[in-house]
């Protein structure tokens, strides 16, 4: 079993919906998790980041972590396509060293 | 601006060459990394520093070597390139103490191997 699972997608909603993004992990002892998302052909900017079950909200983008269940989405609302992108999940490995294990990233299109 | 720059964007080599990959930071980050990215895989560490001449393997460190002689600049070296290590390479940094995690991407260096 990979470490961190997503859906590739593509995933496609409509201009102005919710967009829900879900990964899981095996790694029990993770502590942080983090949300990248990935233009075509540029490399991975973080968008947010999350520790601590619950909801952490910030603009449009509001990430759940339930630590219980090992999953970890992220809910983007009122969908641009300028957010027409990949979005990688990765959390912190527990080993140390700030070391991050990615998803393999779900595909996001919105359509106007 | 927080910068990572990678030393090419696109190489085309031959099998059996040896090929360096260079990575330069500049915001006196502890940590450095080099992933290798290729479709539906994601992202897969290959090895990562933690501070000068220190590093750790990866999840694929297999036919690679890294150098790290000072602290904001980060080698990754294809000491034969095989056709299967065409992809797209990508070095990031972060702080080791004190920080939140994040990783600093630079641009990514295209690599394909004849």
């Known amino acids: 079993q990979k470490e961190v699972e997503q859906n590739s997608g593509p995933l496609s909603v409509p201009e102005g919906a919710i967009a829900s993004l879900n990964c899981t992990y095996s790694d029990r002892v993770s502590q942080s998790f983090f949300w990248y998302r990935q233009y075509s052909g540029k490399s991975p900017e973080l968008i947010m980041s999350?520790?601590?079950?619950g909801d952490k909200e910030d603009g449009r983008f509001t990430a759940q972590l339930n630590k219980a269940s090992q999953y970890v989405s992220l809910l983007i609302r009122d969908s641009q396509p300028s957010d027409s992108a990949t979005y990688l999940c990765?959390?912190?490995?527990?080993?140390?060293?700030?070391?991050?294990?990615f998803g393999a990233g779900t595909r996001l299109a919105v359509h106007p | 601006d927080v910068k990572v720059t990678q030393s090419s964007r696109y190489l085309v080599k031959r099998t059996g060459e040896k090929v360096f990959l260079e990575c330069v930071q500049d915001m006196d980050h502890e940590n450095m990394f080099w992933y290798r990215q290729d479709p539906g895989l994601g992202l897969r560490l290959i090895y990562f520093?933690?501070?000068?001449?220190?590093?750790e393997k990866g999840d694929i460190p297999e036919g690679y070597s890294v150098s790290r002689e000072k602290k904001e600049r980060f080698s990754l070296i294809l000491e034969s390139a095989s056709t299967n290590q065409t992809s797209m390479y990508l070095c990031?940094?972060?702080?080791?103490?004190?920080?939140?995690?994040?990783?600093?991407f630079g641009e990514g260096s295209r690599l394909t191997v004849l």
């Open positions: 990031a940094s972060s702080k080791r103490r004190g920080g939140t995690g994040e990783l600093f």
């Open positions: 520093s933690y501070d000068v001449k220190m590093k």
């Open positions: 999350i520790y601590s079950n």
């Open positions: 990765a959390l912190q490995f527990s080993g140390g060293y700030n070391k991050l294990i």
